[in-house]
């Protein structure tokens, strides 16, 4: 990240398409339609047949942001999973799955209860997976990390270097200074708990290409990342790839960072400029409830997931 660049919008436009389609017609964004008939739920697969099942499969466009389809059940209740190992999500007593098809089998009650509420308030025209973040962290820790564990805290790593929290503005310059010393009252006092915490002092730079951390601190935050369990690992990851900082995500799953304190820190450059140069109404607004979503949910659904 550049000192002297506009931080990256985090905007992402979602394309939005109407689900009006016959329940015989298949989706161009799923292999999957949904419809009903009484207490049954009938999926139409890439064969084009139509088969009644006692669980309800979400298709793989739950994770891209369309919507899937109408919505095909009534009531969404919570239960004990059969084999007493968790809880799941019942939409008209049919067990939920996840994109690949297993149990959405939850650590807590407490989290199926949320993620059933996300359920319970979709429209009747439609599912809205992007307004469902706790059922998409969910399939994430329950699918993806499993699987994936060492390729994510790869893409973690490779990114570490150039941490939204280790850049610095110049100091010497009109129109950066004032985010320098921004920097320095609200950043230092996070890179002062990471040499506490982790026994290596933070490397701060000012280049467009970023600098390098001390090797003792990189190995020791990939070997806090090996011990994370899947939800904790699956709630970093989302919150680094919203903050652009690892030490942000961090800091936030320690307790070290509250919510409101971890958005101040990531939009401070931004925040600056908007200061200086005004709001853009439907650009920053959007920004900041977008990136409130995407933080706040993630350390709730972190928080749900523990046992209490």
């Known amino acids: ?21 016959e329940p015989t017609q298949s989706s161009s964004q799923s292999s999957f339609t949904f419809s009903s008939d009484g207490d049954k739920v009938y999926v139409k697969g890439p064969s084009g047949k139509w088969k009644s099942s006692s669980s309800v499969t979400m298709p793989m466009s739950f994770m891209t942001g369309s919507i899937v389809g109408k919505r095909f059940y009534k009531d969404v209740k919570t239960r004990e999973a059969d084999d007493g190992n968790g809880w799941t999500v019942m939409l008209d007593y049919r067990t939920l799955k996840t994109p690949s098809k297993r149990p959405l089998k939850l650590p807590t009650l407490p989290l199926a209860k949320a993620i059933a509420a996300e359920w319970e308030y979709q429209l009747t025209d439609g599912i809205r997976p992007f307004t469902m973040p706790l059922m998409r962290l969910a399939c994430t820790a329950l699918e993806r990390v499993p699987l994936t564990r060492s390729k994510i805290i790869e893409n973690l790593m490779k990114k570490f270097n150039q941490d939204l929290v280790f850049c610095r ?6 129109l950066t200074s004032y985010v320098h010393d921004r920097q320095v009252e ?4 996070l890179l002062h708990w990471v040499e506490t915490e982790f ?8 280049s467009f290409f970023g600098g390098k951390q001390e090797d003792g601190l990189v190995t020791v935050i990939e070997n806090l990342l090996k011990k994370t369990d899947d939800c904790e690992l699956a709630t970093i990851d989302a919150i680094a790839a919203s903050a652009h900082s690892l030490i942000i995500a961090i800091g936030m799953v320690q307790g070290k960072l509250q919510i409101e304190e971890a958005i101040e820190l990531i939009r401070l450059e931004e925040d600056s400029q908007v200061d200086r140069w005004g709001l853009v109404e439907g650009g920053h607004d959007v920004d900041i ?20």
Do not use: C
């Open 199 to 206: 026994g290596f002092k933070p490397v701060v730079y000012s």
């Open 169 to 174: 503005a110049p100091d010497d310059n009109e």
């Open 289 to 308: 409830a977008d990136l409130r979503v995407q933080i706040s949910s993630a350390i709730v659904f972190l928080g749900l997931s523990k046992s209490i």
């Open 186 to 189: 609200k950043i230092d006092p």
């Open 1 to 21: 990240m550049a000192a002297l660049s506009v931080p990256l919008i985090r905007r992402q436009m979602m394309t939005v398409a109407a689900a009006d389609e």
